[in-house]
């Protein structure tokens, strides 16, 4: 079982950054993903981006390609989600999530608020 801490939401203007970070606890293993998924109010739950525990290979959704970066630090055994250019669109609740490589999220931490103001 791994255990998620998410930290770093805020309410942000429009333009500008935040950096979530997922406290990550627990048994992982090197075939593991660490993502983040977000959910807006009245909408289901969207995937961010994710990234390979071992290798650090990354994957975005469309829509935060080129302002979102994700990344670990093994040593602090932490995933980062740094939002960079954020839109009030961007507003939601920004859930880590992990899994095995291949296999849906079945570990998930207790999500933290982003709002985005205009």
């Known amino acids: 079982q791994v255990q998620l801490v998410e930290s770093g939401g805020g309410l942000e203007q429009a333009g500008g950054s935040l950096r979530l970070s997922c406290a990550v606890s627990?048994?992982?293993?090197?075939?593991?993903?660490v993502g983040w998924v977000r959910q807006a109010p009245g909408k289901e739950r969207e995937f961010v981006a994710h990234i390979n525990w071992s290798s650090g290979v990354t994957y975005y959704a469309d829509f935060v390609k080129g302002r979102f970066t994700i990344s670990r630090d093994n040593a602090k055994n932490t995933v980062y989600l740094q939002m960079n250019s954020l839109k009030p669109e961007d507003t939601a609740v920004y859930y880590c999530a992990a899994a095995f490589n291949g296999a849906k999220y079945n570990n998930w931490g207790q999500g933290t608020q982003v709002t985005v103001s205009s």
């Open positions: 627990g048994r992982t293993f090197s075939s593991y993903r």
